[in-house]
């Protein structure tokens, strides 16, 4: 009815591919990204929302691949796009820089990945506010970055901007079952882990007056952490 060279057509090749890609079938969804990025570039033109989309589900197609350099490219297009029609001030854009630190973190260039997620976040606390999911994502990959630096206390800090937003449950369970992979996997550094720990057990608590659900069993492997003196001077 509406023909292959339609914003409509383009729009369900779009969904397949989002469809294929939450699947983890990459080169099915590349296809369908491909369509519709194809129909929208014609249609619609360069410099359109729509077209910046597609350009940057493609580059979560090369991400998730591996592809990093791709992923960079196709990203870089998208943000390109939002900067220039959606303006630096608008959550698109600030999803395009943060979709280019995830590449960089990726890549093991922290300094990179750093400079985009804060670019990111000033963009998230600026527009959505501070209470916002996209703030407190942006939030815990800087923390994320810092961890990785060796500089355990910014990425504290970060942290624990990113749990004081959290307000449903799965969020929670998340943001618990991260820092219980964190105490597991630095006990070695008993600074870092009696702040991770203190970080954990108080998000816990603020959880359990939100969520009668919240398991007890969770706080076991921090228990028993605690027990191993690391709570300790």
């Known amino acids: 009815v509406l023909g292959e060279k339609h914003p409509d057509t383009a729009a369900s090749y779009y969904n397949i591919g989002l ?3 939450d699947k983890g079938d990459y080169d099915k969804a590349f296809a369908y990204y491909g369509k519709a990025l194809a ?3 014609e249609v619609l033109g ?22 990093y350099d791709n992923a960079l490219a196709y990203y870089g297009k998208a943000l390109a796009i939002d900067v220039d029609v959606l303006g630096e001030k608008h959550p698109d854009t600030a999803t395009s820089y943060n979709n280019i630190g995830n590449v960089y973190y990726y890549k093991g260039d922290y300094d990179r990945a750093l400079a985009y997620y804060e670019k990111a976040l000033a963009i998230d ?7 916002h999911p996209a703030t407190a994502t942006s939030y815990y990959n800087i923390g994320n970055v810092y961890n990785n ?27 618990l079952s991260i820092l219980r992979r964190y105490v597991l996997s630095n006990l070695s550094d008993k600074s870092f882990l009696r702040n991770t720990l203190s970080l954990a057990m108080d998000t816990v608590e603020r959880a359990r007056v939100d969520l009668s659900s919240m398991k007890d069993n969770f ?5 028993k ?3 191993c003196g690391i709570m300790g001077e």
């Not at 606390?125 to 209470?131: A, M």
């Open 19 to 21: 469809v294929y890609n």
């Open 39 to 41: 129909i929208r570039e």
């Open 46 to 67: 360069e410099k359109h929302p729509d077209t910046a989309a597609s350009y940057g589900n493609i580059g979560t197609v090369y991400y998730r691949k591996g592809d």
């Open 125 to 131: 606390v600026e527009v959505l506010g501070e209470k």
């Open 149 to 175: 630096k060796g500089n355990y206390k910014n990425a504290i800090l970060y942290w624990e901007e990113t749990f004081g937003s959290i307000k449903n449950s799965s969020r929670y369970i998340k943001s």
């Open 219 to 223: 706080m076991e492997p921090l228990i």
């Open 225 to 227: 952490s605690k027990k």
